[in-house]
């Protein structure tokens, strides 16, 4: 226990080090810096083209349906990759959580595609005929 004390305080050294730099570049930013406000400051910046309609446009719910759908699904690789790391030391029975993990997946998906959670355009109807749904942007 006494020979890994010195890790911690070096560890601690260097944290607080951190912690003052960060403090200190803050604070010269602040004393330094300019503090002119104008009517210019407070339009947004569209790369030298006079600003039309308000600054913030709403997106389209699906993209945030998608995104976070995308990042779920990501994190489920890792572990899959993790589970393909160690395949040898696992085993059957590691073999067969990941195939019980990769069904949940797959059970998880399917849901989403019946639920129409990865559509993004007019869904057919059931008797074959297009529906037209106009969603706000």
Do not use: C
């Amino acid at each position: 226990m006494a020979e890994a004390a010195p890790d911690y305080i070096a560890l601690g050294i260097y944290a607080g080090a951190s912690f003052l730099l960060i403090v200190l570049l803050l604070a010269l930013s602040r004393f330094l810096g300019r503090r002119t406000r104008g009517p210019a400051k407070d339009e947004p910046f569209e790369g030298g083209i006079r600003p039309s309609g308000p600054a913030r446009v709403g997106e389209r719910v699906p993209y945030y349906l998608v995104a976070v759908l995308f990042l779920v699904f990501d994190l489920e690789a890792v572990f899959i990759v993790s589970f393909a790391l160690a395949f040898d030391a696992l085993g059957f029975a590691g073999f067969v959580q990941i195939a019980f993990f990769i069904g949940v997946l797959l059970v998880a998906l399917w849901y989403l595609l019946r639920a129409g959670a990865l559509d993004w355009g007019p869904r057919a109807a059931r008797g074959g005929e297009a529906v037209s749904k106009e969603r706000p942007i």
